[in-house]
Structures are given as structure tokens and as C-alpha cells.
């Protein structure tokens, strides 16, 4: 080969030898300290044979109720309040307890198919259903 083509390679013998390095001592901390979160108030509320539930900021959707959107609505049957320390339980309902929600809007649940059939005697029904609900978003916990 001619001295044009060669490539400058050095030999490895030339190369800096790297010393390994020990690994660093960790330094001993004390343990992080975990603040518990603070309680928030939450509330069960009875609506439409169901119970809730919910606290404030929360968006729930309940069967049906009259009212437009953008107006308050208040529960007076309230089951229970807790989350302040303490936990007042109703017998059936906690007293002097409400919760205020505001009415984002009224919608239909998704489509459900009843089929009824009777083997042997040419019986089938089929039936849909959509139930009507009311979407709410939780504004205070009174009491």
C-alpha cells in the first residue's frame, strides 16, 4: 500500500491505561418523612333508590331530576358525613346535613336489550330501554 492509503492508527499499547474507579459511598439520610393528605369531606347521599358517594368537585350522573341546567339542586337525605376527623352516621338520616350540587345537563344512558323467549312455544320480545339521568357536579357538603 502506498503511504496515501494507510490510516494513522496508533498502536494500543500507546492508549491511556484508565485506573478503575471504586463505586462512592452512599451517605446515610434519614428516611423521607410522608404527610398524609388532608381528609376531605365526603357525604352519602340517597337519590333515586340509589346512594352516592360523593364529595365536593365531584361529577356524578343520577336518575332523572327536574330542574334546568346551570340551577342548584340540594340533597336532604344524607346517610353520612365524614372525612373531618369524625364520621356522623344517620339513623336513617344524618340531621341538619345537605349537599348542594349544581345541574350540568340532562342525557340518556346507553341503550339496554331486554329479550324474553319461551323455549317450544314461538315467545320472544325484544325490547330496549334507555334510561333518562341527570348530570350533577358536587358544590358543598353542609353540616
Not at 71 to 98: C, H, K, N, Y
Not at 114 to 122: C, E, G, I, L, W
Request: aromatic share 4%; net charge positive.
Amino acid at each position: 500500500m502506498s503511504d496515501d492509503q494507510t490510516p494513522d492508527v496508533t498502536p494500543a499499547q500507546d492508549a491511556p491505561v484508565e485506573e478503575p474507579v471504586a463505586p462512592k459511598a452512599r451517605a446515610k439520610t434519614a428516611p423521607a418523612v410522608e404527610v398524609a393528605p388532608a381528609p376531605t369531606a365526603y357525604a352519602v347521599v340517597k337519590t333515586g333508590g340509589k346512594q352516592y358517594r360523593v364529595k365536593v368537585g365531584d361529577r356524578i350522573r343520577v336518575e332523572k331530576l327536574t330542574g334546568d341546567d346551570g340551577s342548584d339542586i340540594t340533597f336532604d337525605q344524607v346517610l353520612l358525613v365524614g372525612g373531618e376527623g369524625t364520621t356522623r352516621v344517620g339513623l336513617p338520616m344524618v340531621a341538619g346535613a345537605s349537599v348542594t350540587a349544581r345541574i350540568e345537563g340532562q342525557e340518556r344512558g346507553e341503550k339496554l336489550v331486554v329479550f324474553k323467549y319461551k323455549p317450544k312455544k314461538r315467545y320472544r320480545r325484544r325490547i330496549g330501554h334507555r334510561q333518562s339521568l341527570t348530570q350533577l357536579t358536587v358544590t358543598a357538603i353542609n353540616g
